[in-house]
């Protein structure tokens, strides 16, 4: 799907930033092109921590990634068309932010690429998509939970759009102008995925005992996991503090403003559960994950692992 973006003079970067602005299909993955940012000039601009922008910009690659994959497991499985459609173009947006955050991840910091079993390089992006393990990436949990029904998917796209938007509505006056201009892509994206979430969840809150039940089951089941998104990592808060990143806690009030919203809409009272425990403190941003990221990785590494120069 083709998008075509009108920017005024004074949001328009003056180089080939642009690009990163307008034709969705220019981003899809497995197109015939090696680098996603051919073309853009990647220098790290000054008093910036190399470091510390290749550490955020991976977090924010990783979160996209593997919620991309989830979503993309709905594939065919989707109860119409549309919604199947629908699904599908959620998961290519979030592979298309994916593929520039990791490879701007990469930019920034070399030394975060892992090389190919046999010492080769390979594609930065591709690198670490898939030959990185689960302790290795640094994703919010509420991505990587297995799959339920779509009452499920519709919870989960819609913490997950209302909290992403949130933060890239901020991120798009980041000091590192690859970072802005994916924000500033990314936020017609994201406003489209809570659209979307969002008018299914009215609809399935609104519609049978059935469809309600499922929904309020599915945000009882997410909800621990909402708090989450919203915790300052280090690497987060040095990002911020240099103008490179977002600060989450800074906008979780905008952010559920917004839900509440949606909840008083749907007549759905906010849940009461406790929020989900770290691992001695530790969440996903940390590298902490559970086996269903693992599984996941598996799934997803094992054509690049067993054919780790293949092309395709």
């Not at 592979?95 to 990791?102: C, I, V």
């Not at 929020?275 to 530790?282: D, P, S, Y």
Request: net charge negative; no cysteine; charged share 25%.
């Amino acid at each position: 799907m083709t998008e075509h973006v009108h920017t005024s003079p004074e949001d328009e970067h003056e180089s080939a930033y642009s690009g990163l602005l307008v034709n969705d299909a220019h981003w899809a993955f497995g197109t015939d092109f090696e680098d996603p940012l051919a073309g853009v000039d990647t220098t790290i601009p000054e008093g910036i921590d190399a470091p510390t922008l290749a550490a955020y910009a991976l977090m924010l690659g990783d979160d996209s990634l593997v919620m991309s994959h989830r979503i993309a497991e709905w594939t065919s499985n989707a109860p119409e068309l549309e919604d199947d459609i629908a699904l599908s173009n959620i998961a290519l947006d979030l592979l298309g932010q994916a593929r520039l955050l990791l490879a701007r991840a990469a930019k920034a910091d070399e030394s975060i690429v892992p090389a190919l079993p046999d010492g080769s390089p390979a594609p930065p992006e591709d690198a670490l998509a898939f030959f990185r393990e689960a302790h290795e990436f640094r994703n919010v949990r509420l991505a990587e939970v297995v799959n339920g029904d779509f009452a499920e998917a519709t919870v989960r796209v819609l913490l997950f759009s209302v909290w992403r938007l949130a933060v890239w509505e901020q991120l798009r006056t980041s000091r590192d102008h690859v970072l802005a201009a994916v924000a500033a892509k990314g936020v017609k994206e994201l406003a489209y995925h809570r659209d979307y979430a969002a008018r299914w969840f009215v609809t399935l809150a609104q519609g049978t005992d059935e469809s309600r039940s499922r929904l309020l089951a599915a945000l009882d089941a997410l909800w621990p996991l909402w708090p989450e998104l919203f915790d300052t990592h280090p690497v987060e808060a040095a990002a911020a503090g240099s103008g490179v990143g977002v600060d989450p806690a800074t906008v979780r009030e905008s952010a559920e403003a917004v839900l509440d919203q949606v909840l008083a809409a749907a007549d759905v009272p906010r849940p009461e559960v406790a929020r989900r425990a770290g691992v001695l403190g530790r969440t996903g941003r940390d590298g902490m994950h559970g086996e269903p990221l693992s599984r996941m990785l598996a799934e997803m590494q094992s054509v690049a692992r067993a054919h780790p120069k293949g092309l395709w």
